[in-house]
């Protein structure tokens, strides 16, 4: 398998606070790696800092073979790698076929906007029954929904995804995850951020476990819900 | 009378659409960067001797006087957000002032230095032609002015309504995080909006280089002009500073006329404050609601 996302020993904080402290993980073509951790353990500083969003102090992020670290946000999106990020972020006073075609304003995928909108319809048939609607008005599920899309309008070669199910109804978290296992079986290689220990891990090849900006655990999905540590701590048993 | 009010008012809106015009600048700065820009007036005195000098010194065509300053405007704006206005997006309020007054300062000492304190004015035939219709007497070269304003105006928002690069400044504006997190060149778009701001400032400052003498201290009288049309018109909202520019126009005209010349100004603090205590959002409240 190929390596398509290779994070090694990264540091990265906020205002000289270090929030991460020597992660290293991968993501080989094709997989779906989850990280999970409870709240404020550093997950979304985890995206945050392989997008560019937030300064690497130390370590190295490798893309597809080529060092991306600390590289401009836009660089490494044109790069092949976007996300639907934490509390989705979406522009709420535009319609969700405008939230879906900026998706698109990268030079790797304008080309192909009509293309690939037309895919996320399919993959979100209830979309494009809206799709002049503001997403502002849109119920969680369906702004999560939006969020996916548009990284997805980006033809991306991985993407990242923070805490899809975060806040959403229980059929919506069902609904969510099942989406993401398809979006995987259509070859999408993905790095799951969830609180949601169980699904996350059950529908991941691989999985990370992150404590106080470190990763305590790792292993093949099944072999972390068999974990008594994981058991005990994020699942409840 | 009546043809005397009419005749105010009909000059009130052919001058407040010039003002709209300077006014959707300032607010589009603002709306997507929460920057205000206090040498915006400045940026018309320098479309007002551009103006000057390509037309009286330089003896091109009205027209194309205008272009020139929209270009050079829009790539001065554009050059200088990208060197240093984005260097300041992030800072503190107080510390963007600095920047904004030291720019306006700067350019009124260069204008001092090149072009002299003196007043400097188009002298041109075109400048005395009038439409008649019925009591209204019409200056041909303000009614011109107005028309090119309002059509920038509408074209702009058009613009930034349909175009994929007007909806990214949309977004930029309304969620720079998101914005960012897509891949959207946050410092590509704050630049084109500076240059788009600028612009409309120089554009507006050739569009009347035929109609006033232009010296370079003009500019503190622009500024404040633009940021009552903003504040009565509503932060942010291009409607409101088309509205607003109209409103102000309209209301200095009629003041001239009712009271005094010097009465402009007077009347407009008062609109201000009215709109300040009854409505202090503004005419229009901008549907974007910040980052
Ligand atoms: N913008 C920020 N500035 C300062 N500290 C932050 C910021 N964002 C997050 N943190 C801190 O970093 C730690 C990890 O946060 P985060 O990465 O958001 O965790 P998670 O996504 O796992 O909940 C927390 O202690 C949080 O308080
Ligand atoms: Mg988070």
């Known amino acids: 398998m190929t390596r398509l996302l290779d994070i090694q020993d990264l540091t990265a904080g906020y205002n000289g606070v270090t929030v991460l402290s020597g992660v290293s993980l991968h993501v080989d073509e094709g997989e779906t790696v989850a990280v999970v951790g409870a709240n404020g353990a550093g997950k979304t500083t985890l995206i945050r800092a392989i997008a560019g969003m937030v300064h690497a102090t130390s370590g190295i992020v490798t893309f597809s073979g080529t060092n991306i670290t600390n590289q401009p946000t836009d660089r490494i999106c044109e790069a092949g790698i976007a996300q639907s990020p934490e509390g989705r972020q979406l522009f709420v006073s535009l319609s969700i076929e405008d939230n879906l075609r900026l998706g698109a304003i990268l030079k790797r995928a304008r080309a192909r906007t009509d293309d690939n909108l037309a895919r996320v319809f399919d993959l979100f048939p209830k979309l494009k029954a809206r799709r002049h609607q503001l997403a502002g008005t849109l119920s969680g599920g369906e702004q999560q929904m939006v969020a996916i899309g548009r990284a997805l309008m980006a033809e991306p070669k991985v993407v990242m995804l923070d805490e899809p199910s975060l806040g959403l109804a229980p059929v919506m978290v069902d609904l969510m995850f099942d989406t993401i296992a398809d979006l995987n079986k259509q070859g999408m290689s993905i790095l799951l951020v969830e609180q949601n220990t169980g699904e996350s891990l059950a529908l991941s090849s691989r999985g990370y476990v992150l404590e106080n900006g470190s990763v305590v655990l790792q292993g093949t999905g099944e072999a972390l819900l068999q974990d008594d540590r994981v058991r005990k701590a994020y699942l409840g048993l | 009378m009546v043809e005397l009010y009419a005749n105010a008012i009909v000059n009130g809106l052919l001058i407040g659409a010039i003002y709209a015009l300077v006014a959707t600048g300032l607010n589009i700065i603002f709306g997507v960067m929460r920057v205000v ?255």
């Open chain 2, 37 to 291: 820009n206090f040498a915006h007036g400045e940026m018309v005195v320098i479309g007002m001797y551009i103006g000057y000098a390509c037309w009286q010194l330089l003896g091109l065509p009205p027209w194309a006087s205008v272009l020139v300053a929209m270009i050079a405007m829009f790539a001065a704006g554009y050059l200088f957000q990208r060197a240093i206005g984005n260097e300041f997006v992030d800072k503190p309020q107080h510390v963007q002032f600095v920047l904004y007054i030291g720019l306006a300062l700067a350019i009124t000492g260069l204008h001092a230095i090149i072009f002299g304190p003196d007043p400097r004015g188009i002298q041109s035939a075109a400048s005395f032609a009038t439409y008649r219709i019925g009591p209204l007497r019409i200056d041909a070269t303000r009614l011109h002015a107005a028309a090119a304003a309002l059509v920038i105006v509408f074209g702009l928002w058009a613009w930034l309504r349909y175009s994929l690069t007007g909806k990214a400044m949309h977004a930029a504006a309304e969620n720079l995080t998101g914005g960012k997190a897509i891949g959207i060149r946050i410092t590509h778009i704050f630049a084109l909006t500076a240059g788009i701001g600028m612009a409309c400032a120089g554009t507006a400052g050739a569009l009347i280089a035929p109609l006033y003498d232009t010296n370079p201290y003009l500019s503190s009288e622009f500024t404040l002009t633009a940021f009552i049309i903003v504040i009565v018109g509503g932060l942010a909202s291009l409607p409101g500073a088309l509205v607003g520019g109209l409103l102000i126009g309209v209301s200095e005209a009629l003041a001239a006329v009712m009271i005094s010349p010097s009465a402009k100004s007077f009347v407009s603090y008062c609109l201000l404050l009215i709109v300040i205590l009854v409505r202090p959002q503004g005419l229009f409240s901008a549907r974007r609601t910040g980052r």
